[in-house]
C-alpha cells in the first residue's frame, strides 16, 4: 500500500524538512495502525513571537539572577551530592524546599544529609525519576 501524507515542519534552525518528514511518518503509523497520538513535546511554539517571548523570559531570569550574585542557573531546581570513600556515605546539599521533601527526611543527620552508600543508587534513581537535577560536587 502507498498513502501520501502532507506534513509540515517548522524550526529556527533549519530542520523544518526533517521534522515534516519525521511528522509525516509519525501520522501515518498513527492512522494505518490506530495508535493513541498525544501532545509532541518536540514541537517549536506555534508562533515567532511567542517563541522570542520565551526566549526573553529565560535571558531576563539569567540576568536577574547573574545581578543579584547568583549563579544563572539559580532558578533549577538542583541537588549535589559528594561522595565519601572512606566512609562509604554521600553527603546531599542544594535546594532547601527539596531537601525538606519527605523522600529525603529519614537522612537527615545533624542538619546534613547523609545516605549511605548502599541506599544510594537506589535514592538516586527515585530523585532523578521526580525529574530533578542531580550534580556530582567533585566533577563541577
Keep these: 500500500m502507498e498513502y501520501d501524507i502532507p506534513g509540515s515542519g517548522f524550526d529556527y534552525d533549519s530542520k523544518g524538512t526533517a521534522k515534516a518528514l519525521t511528522d509525516s511518518r509519525k501520522n501515518a503509523m498513527i492512522l494505518l495502525f490506530n495508535l493513541k497520538g498525544g501532545d509532541d513535546p518536540e514541537r517549536a511554539p506555534a508562533t515567532r513571537v511567542e517563541a522570542q517571548q520565551s526566549r526573553e523570559e529565560v535571558v531576563d531570569s539569567k540576568l536577574a539572577n547573574a545581578a543579584a550574585g547568583r549563579g544563572i542557573d539559580a532558578d533549577v531546581r538542583k541537588l ?8 562509604k556515605t554521600v553527603e546531599l546539599t542544594g535546594d532547601k524546599e527539596l531537601l525538606r521533601d519527605p523522600l529525603l527526611k529519614r537522612f537527615k543527620l545533624m542538619g546534613k544529609f547523609i545516605v549511605k552508600e548502599a541506599e544510594w543508587d537506589a535514592l538516586k534513581m527515585k530523585i532523578e525519576e521526580a525529574g530533578v537535577t542531580l550534580s556530582n560536587l567533585r566533577t563541577q
Design 80 to 87: 549535589f551530592y559528594e561522595i565519601f570513600p572512606e566512609s
